[in-house]
């Protein structure tokens, strides 16, 4: 049950917020997002000049941040956060399929993916924790990053 509820929060949800470490403090950006379809990976698209992606080089310790809130006071009792905790890495190996999972997601993209001095990082998923008002539940993927 709580991969449906992944998958559908996924399917509607664009951005997630990203948080890195880099020298010791943490640091949090919005990333337009991607998930394969086992759930194993995320994925985003970066510029090699940000922060982000040099936090990400130093330490690939990673969590991120995806929620079904739409602004509405009901949010309290009804949003449902995904926090998901991994390690990143640029991912140069189009034959995994990266590329076009992302792409299927956010097509207006393409030049930016296909930019040089832009890099796929994709982040391998260790666990989701899914909470609601009064729930949390814990999604363990694989080892512990």
Known sequence: MSKIILKEIFSTQYFAVLSSVGKGQPYSNLVAFAVTDDL???IFVTGR???KYRNIIQNQRVSLLIDSRTN???DVEKATAITVIGQAYEE???KKGFHTVYLNKHPHLGQFINNPDSALIAVSVSDYIIAGFDTTERVVM???P
Do not use: E, H, R, V
């Open 49 to 51: 000049n940000t922060l």
């Open 92 to 94: 140069a190996d189009t």
């Open 142 to 144: 694989g080892s512990k």
């Open 40 to 42: 194993n990976s995320l």
């Open 72 to 74: 509405n006071p009901t």
